[in-house]
């Protein structure tokens, strides 16, 4: 961190949200994108946006290539939000290797809208900010860098929410975890998903349960009709109670 | 004495109905009637400050240690007891999604089990204070205290608990205001099991259906088979990716079921068949909730990231409070110890005022009774009972006898594992103790009031004859719990890359792993990676607890390179059933499990709640058959499973050929112990249609 950005880190910004971690947190070192436009850490990526990060590295073909095509995958199901309140962003592991415009070339060969940056950046800035969103205590895990690929993080700054996936997983539960940090629906929407997810039950039931009936008579289980009664058993409880409370 | 009652226990249970007299019932709410506890917390409470609407930041930076305590300035709090109640809707057997419970399958076996007693509980935002010299901490708790109300149950006494979601709406920092409360390890339908994907959202609440039975009551009804009675569990949040910061947040408490044999109350003229442990709940009877945590100044609890909790912290608490005291009577008492996580490996040792080892007698582990008690105390010449080591969300009944104690003394209890987050506990290397590492003081004050008529029997059960279902072994299925870094450089067995994962894979709500035929037995090898990071996993597997066959440690020949897998047999504490089985760095376990009378989705996870969130968790289903043989099938949207364990599992088939032949050393029977009489309760078959 240079002089300039110990004192932006400190200095209240009314521009940031009230519940950000801010820079002091996050740092805001300078990166640079594919589209060579220099950007800061904290003031240019994160700030009140929801932010998608992973890293990766060009020639790296273990990992990442399904890694990636599975971020692709996800830019569709981002839709419209993304480039507008949430970023993706690869950073590289490997800056000696990365220029802007090995990055370039990468985006366009992985198809990436605008709002999905790769970016790259000094050694110190991009092991700190990989420690800060992904360190797990551990030096095998910390300082592999294949590892790495598999990670995702997913931060929305407005109300300080994180969360992670691992990759490569199905877009659909990627764009779900996105959904947990997004500020939570209204109640009547959530009413309604819920409804929707007990007709999805109630359908799944029809085909199951005749299954399960037919299954109990097959193997002879004991129909039971009446409810089992229990009055010791209640009269017991009632001690516990006076014994307890 | 054991011989005697156990031939006392086999012929005098049928004529004995309830065991239970009206005035041993006076005697017992007489003896109640002598301390009035649990009111202290009131007072308490009163003095707290309003809960703000989001938490306090924690003042940067970020804290290494918390503020300095003084150890021992306050009383051990004791849970309240959970109160029933009659629930506004009525419950029903569908969701009443109308009134806004959340989507669930139909309860299972609702009207067989129809609940006597309803229960009401709400997850919300508190303030509590865990120690005087730091001031209230904002917590999320059931009904607003931490830790939960202790419910208390008898076997046989159904009861539906509504768990209302009033977490905040737009919560801000750790925690995730979705939640879902499984209760560990209860024989419970799938719907209220707390499936880690079927969380619901603030506003709604769901009904958990606790039937309070033995597992196998279709082939034993009405109430289950006896011998798989559990009587210590927890409940506590489940929902997958937060579980850590939720439980961090203090979403858990203790559950207790008692029935005919362990019956809460020591005195005499309980039929022959009672254990007469020390009791009852709150008076002798003592659940100690261990967990730590990293306070900030202003008391804000430190979470390491906005969904993460630190791994190893500097304080110790015990049912909420910071190095506590606990005024005890020179006699018996019975300590629930759980560790309810997030991460820390405890090892206990008790000693005296003198700094002498003394030795704790453990009853249960799980929450199943021992076939006999064990003791284990500090010094120990067998490895495996020096100190007693629980791993994340193990309970122990451990019980402590203080009757030749000196007045006026304390004794304490220590941790003595240093902390390598997640890592096997190592033993400290000095013999001195640091104060911090003290867990909580016990202060001898004097003889008990009336005369300790507790016991501890020598035969405290027998286990389930398990030889006999051996036959429908439909083979050993293998979970291997990876962490995939090792060999990540060019390692073709392993393709992932994912950090947390079983054969390769992680947790996906809407994919079954494995699916199990309704009323089969396997057994199970869950296994540690070899080699892995040193990671070890305390794997907990839902539904139904699972006997332990065989330990394994494998090493490799560093100059050969072959690699030899070494038995090691059942450790003590682990003969008897347990629902948490922990796997040390190079470690295999073979466990046998039954799956009976629910169906439905369950899980298989590694309990150590970071490792957890990190995706360390597959569903598997209880079916109507048959089983699956293999690990990866396509998702539930049609699509195949790519980012799969295959070179993981292909090394090693997910599921082999049936052990129809176990070395005898494997001990499925002990021989000598006969079986309680098999139909239980009452032996009737009421409500049993012929």
Same mark, same amino acid.
């Given at each position: 961190m240079n002089r300039r950005d110990f004192f932006t880190c400190h200095v209240a910004d009314k521009s940031r949200p009230a519940a950000s971690l801010?820079? +002091? %947190? %996050?740092?805001?070192?300078?990166?640079?994108?594919?589209?060579?436009?220099?950007?800061?850490? %904290?003031?240019?990526?994160i700030k009140g946006k929801i932010s998608i990060i992973n890293f990766m590295y060009a020639s790296c073909d273990k990992y990442c290539p399904r890694s990636i095509a599975c971020l692709t995958k996800l830019q569709d199901l981002l839709g419209d939000h993304l480039g507008r309140d949430m970023f993706m962003y690869s950073f590289t592991l490997k800056p000696d290797e990365d220029t802007p415009a090995k990055l370039a070339a990468y985006a366009k060969g992985n198809g990436a809208r605008p709002g999905w940056l790769f970016l790259t950046g000094s050694e110190y800035d991009l092991t700190s900010i990989r420690f800060k969103l992904f360190r797990l205590d551990d030096p095998l895990l910390d300082f592999s860098v294949d590892i790495h690929a598999s990670m995702l993080r997913i931060i929305n700054d407005n109300n300080s929410r994180w969360t992670s996936w691992v990759l490569p997983d199905p877009p659909r539960l990627i764009r779900e975890a996105v959904s947990w940090v997004e500020p939570t629906k209204p109640f009547a929407v959530r009413v309604r998903e819920n409804a929707e997810l007990q007709a999805a039950i109630d359908k799944e039931s029809v085909i199951s349960a005749p299954k399960r009936a037919e299954f109990k008579r097959a193997h002879g289980w004991p129909e039971i009709t009446a409810k089992y009664e229990n009055p010791d058993g209640m009269k017991k409880l009632q001690t516990l109670f006076h014994a307890g409370a | 004495m054991s011989k005697i009652k156990q031939e006392n226990r086999k012929s005098a249970r049928p004529q004995d109905g309830s065991g239970w007299s009206r005035r041993t019932m006076l005697k017992a709410s007489a003896a109640a009637g002598v301390v009035t506890m649990l009111t202290s917390r009131k007072t308490l409470a009163q003095s707290l400050p309003p809960i703000p609407t989001q938490p306090p930041d924690c003042a940067a930076p970020a804290p290494t240690n918390s503020p300095a305590t003084t150890p021992f300035v306050q009383a051990l709090p004791i849970p309240p007891v959970a109160i029933p109640t009659i629930l506004n809707p009525f419950p029903t057997l569908a969701a009443d999604t109308a009134n806004g419970e959340a989507a669930r399958a139909n309860h299972q076996d609702w009207f067989q089990f129809f609940p006597l007693l309803q =229960?009401?509980?709400?997850?919300?935002?508190?303030?509590?204070?865990?120690?005087?010299?730091?001031?209230?901490? =904002?917590?999320?708790?059931?009904? +607003?205290?931490?830790p939960g109300p202790t419910f208390l149950n008898i076997y046989g006494v159904p009861v539906v608990v509504r768990f209302h979601n009033n977490l905040p709406v737009d919560n801000i920092g750790f925690g995730d205001n979705n939640h879902t409360t499984h209760l560990h390890n209860g024989h419970t339908a799938s719907e209220s099991d707390g499936f880690a994907g079927d969380y619901w959202s603030p506003g709604l609440f769901k009904d958990h259906h606790y039937p309070n039975v033995y597992a196998g009551f279709n082939e034993f009804p009405p109430l289950g088979d006896q011998l798989e009675a559990q009587h210590t569990y927890w409940y506590h949040d489940h929902r997958h990716s937060f579980t850590a910061t939720n439980n961090y947040r203090g979403i858990n408490g203790m559950y207790l079921i008692y029935d005919d044999i362990d019956t809460g109350f020591e005195f005499p003229g309980q039929g022959p068949q009672a254990l007469r442990l020390p009791g009852p709940y709150g008076i002798y009877d003592i659940p100690l909730n261990f967990t730590d945590k990293l306070f900030c100044a202003n008391g804000e609890m430190f979470a390491t990231a906005p969904d993460a909790v630190p791994g190893g912290t500097d304080k110790f608490c015990v049912n909420g409070a910071i190095q506590p005291y606990f005024n005890v009577q020179t006699r018996k008492y019975r300590f629930r110890f759980l560790n309810s996580g997030p991460a820390r490996i405890w090892t206990f040792n008790l000693s005296d005022n003198n700094g002498n080892p003394v030795p704790m007698t453990v009853v249960t582990t799980d929450g199943n009774l021992l076939p006999s008690p064990v003791e284990v105390i500090s010094t120990s010449s067998v490895p495996t009972l020096t100190g007693l080591t629980v791993y994340v969300s193990q309970r122990y009944d451990v019980i402590i006898d203080f009757t030749n104690a000196t007045p006026g003394t304390s004794w304490y209890l220590t941790n003595v594992a240093a902390q390598f987050v997640g890592n096997a506990p190592e033993p400290e290397p000095a013999p001195g103790v640091n104060i911090g590492n003290v867990v909580m003081a016990f202060n001898i004050t004097g003889p008990p009031p009336s005369p300790d008529q507790s016991q501890v029997p020598e035969v405290l059960t027998t286990l389930p004859n398990i030889s006999k279902p051996m036959a429908n072994l439909f083979g050993t299925r293998v979970w291997n719990f990876n962490d995939d870094v090792v060999g990540a450089e060019g390692d073709p067995a392993n393709p992932t890359g994912k950090v947390f994962n079983v054969n390769g894979l992680t947790f996906d709500p809407n994919r079954a792993d494995a699916t199990v035929q309704q009323g089969s037995s396997e057994t199970w090898l869950i296994r540690n990676r070899f080699p892995g990071t040193g990671w070890t996993h305390p794997v907990h597997i839902h539904l139904e607890e699972g006997r332990v066959l065989d330990r394994r440690n494998i090493t490799v020949n560093p100059t050969t390179g072959v690699i030899t897998i070494n038995s090691q047999g059942v450790p003590p504490l682990e003969q008897g059933r347990r629902d948490v089985y922990p796997i040390l760095p190079n470690d295999e376990v073979l466990i046998f499990l039954q799956f009976r009378d629910w169906f439905g989705k369950y899980m298989i996870h590694c309990h150590n709640l970071g490792h957890e969130d990190g995706l360390m968790l597959v569903r598997w289903d209880v079916t109507t058959g048959p089983s699956s043989t293999v690990t990866s099938p396509v998702y539930s949207d049609g699509t195949p499973n790519t980012g799969n364990g295959q070179v993981n599992s292909g090394a090693q088939p997910n599921i082999t050929p049936a052990l129809t032949a176990l070395a005898p050393t494997f001990n499925l029977n002990p021989p000598g112990t006969s079986k309680l009489n098999r139909p239980g309760l009452k032996g009737s078959k009421k409500g049993v249609k012929a």
């Open positions: 801010g820079p +002091g %947190y %996050y740092s805001n070192g300078v990166f640079r994108t594919h589209e060579n436009k220099p950007v800061r850490f %904290y003031d240019d990526l | =229960y009401n509980v709400s997850v919300q935002p508190t303030m509590h204070q865990f120690h005087p010299q730091i001031p209230p901490t =904002y917590c999320w708790g059931y009904n +607003g205290i931490y």
